[in-house]
């Protein structure tokens, strides 16, 4: 049995049964035979049943919201932000979906046609995070169901209930059992999935997991793709209109979600000719924050989903304060139960410390004074992840200067810490393999098959 936590009073909340090797295999082998009737439905009609999963999920948001928040310690208000914002997944997927995996037919010369067909890749794993497990989630498992595969959805084990209330809505929506099934476990239930034979493997979460899973699944040559974590850089030029809002919208990017998004905001560059102003500003911000019991709808920093986490925080700041980094705010866990840490802010920083290289996924953020632009673009490009990086500044043409050199899979003008289902969602170097999102991030769900016809 696998015991659930809160991680704000660290009360047992639930235990629940473990798949073990065995009833992997046997889920497979159920999706397999599922798989084959779900992929001769149309799109429409498989889009039906997301459609009514999303209705159903918004018509339980308050029971959903609560699960949600018990066991991640998201702070209530963004619980229901995220379960309300990852409806646009659906909407988008509604709009598209028909469009993008309709055959694409060529006419050729005496009476010989071509055709590109979009067939399903069969049963993939979906293994899943916990930061935001509507959002990925959705990202993987409506776009693979939608694209006529069945799923194995293991929701990470700090998100094992809102795992399984999928499941639930999606039945009731009229998805097939046999078309998906959750795995309930930990990494172990994980590394189970690695040795049976899916189709597909599509997995959110950290590089050296991802790494792993990557050579452990090499030798099937079937798809695989991983998001991973970033160090998203945020450069804060000295043409902003207003340093203030500046300093508001940065501390959002860092700390919303008490900094646990994989594109919060992981390390700020400020001009030199405004930093005083900066840094004044966003200190005053942070300390307005209410900390506190996720379950108050005023709380903006919850506790830590992973107790684990608070060590690698206090390690940050050590390392920083040690190598001659001023602690402006915070800097240790809070007394008392619950993963509560302080939100930290840093200053004086550079890249000879931790905090500016390691993805950090928690409240705290270094903050380090630039010269001029190249200075900047030095700083932001000198990482090995991948996943965004934002700019801003009032001159597009400045910015864009900037961004378009970023080796990252999405770039921010005055904006950060943004999803949005229009464009692709993918990470470059550490920061991930492949693309969810947009017509590519269904693309990543099927396997073309080219058709060559000749009447004769
Ligand atoms: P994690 O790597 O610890 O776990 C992710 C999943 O992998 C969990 O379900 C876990 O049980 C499973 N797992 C662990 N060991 C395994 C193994 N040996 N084989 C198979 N599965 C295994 O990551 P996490 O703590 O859940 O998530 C945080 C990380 O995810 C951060 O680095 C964050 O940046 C990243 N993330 C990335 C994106 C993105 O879109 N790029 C989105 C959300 C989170």
Redesign the pocket.
């Known amino acids: 049995m696998m015991n659930i936590y809160n991680p704000s009073n660290e009360q047992l909340l639930k235990s629940v049964e473990e798949d073990s090797s065995q009833t992997i295999l046997d889920k497979l082998n159920k999706l397999r035979h599922g798989q084959l009737l779900w992929s001769q439905k149309t799109v429409a009609e498989r889009l039906n049943c997301i459609v009514k999963f999303g209705a159903l999920v918004q018509s339980n948001i308050d029971n959903l919201a609560k699960v949600l928040t018990s066991e991640t310690g998201k702070p209530i208000q963004q619980s229901y932000n995220e379960i309300r914002g990852a409806n646009n997944r659906i909407e988008h997927l509604k709009q598209n979906a028909e469009k993008w995996l309709a055959d694409n037919v060529i006419e050729g010369l005496e009476g010989t046609y071509e055709k590109i067909i979009h067939e399903p890749l069969g049963v993939v794993a979906n ?6 497990p509507y959002n ?1 989630g959705y990202n993987v498992f409506l776009y693979a169901l939608v694209a006529g595969n069945s799923v194995a959805y ?5 998100a094992t209930l809102t795992g399984l209330a999928f499941a639930d809505l999606l039945y009731e929506a009229g998805v097939p059992e046999n078309v998906f099934q959750c795995i309930v ?3 172990s ?3 189970a ?2 040795e049976v034979a899916f189709d597909g493997y599509f ?8 790494l ?2 990557l050579k452990e699944v090499a030798p099937k040559m079937v798809p695989v793709q991983l ?4 160090k998203d850089p945020l450069y804060v030029m000295d043409d902003v209109k207003d340093v203030k809002v500046a300093a508001v919208n940065a501390a959002e990017g860092a700390f919303y979600n008490n900094g646990q998004s ?1 594109c919060a905001v992981e390390r700020i560059y400020v001009h030199e000719n405004i930093y005083n102003d900066f840094i004044k500003f966003f200190l005053e911000e942070v300390e307005g924050y209410v900390i506190g019991d996720p379950e108050s709808e005023n709380t903006f920093i919850g506790p830590l989903t ?1 107790k684990g986490q608070l060590n690698l925080l206090r390690n940050q700041v050590d390392d920083a304060i040690s190598k001659g980094a001023k602690l402006l705010l915070g800097g240790d866990e809070l007394a008392g139960k619950g993963n509560f840490f302080a939100p930290t802010i840093l200053i004086e920083v550079n890249h000879e410390m931790l905090v500016m290289k390691e ?1 950090s ?1 928690g409240p705290i953020i270094g903050i380090q004074k630039v010269k001029n632009d190249e200075e900047a673009i030095e700083l932001m490009k000198d990482t090995e992840y991948g ?1 965004t990086s934002a700019v801003f500044s009032t001159d597009q043409a400045r910015a864009e200067q900037v961004l378009k050199i970023m080796n990252t899979g999405t770039v921010y003008w005055n904006c950060c810490d943004r999803v949005s289902p229009n464009v692709p ?1 993918s ?1 470059r170097n550490k ?2 393999v492949g693309t969810t999102l947009s017509s590519q991030g269904i693309r990543a769900f099927t396997q073309p098959k080219a058709y060559h016809w000749r009447e004769v």
């Not at 998001?227 to 970033?230: A, F, H, P, T």
């Open positions: 293994i899943s995070a916990w930061n935001f990925v293991k929701p990470s084990e700090f476990g930990d990494g239930t994980g590394q999935m690695l997995f959110t979460g950290s590089y050296p997991t991802g792993h899973i998001e991973l974590g970033g994989c992973r993805e996924f996943l969602w990470g920061s991930g």
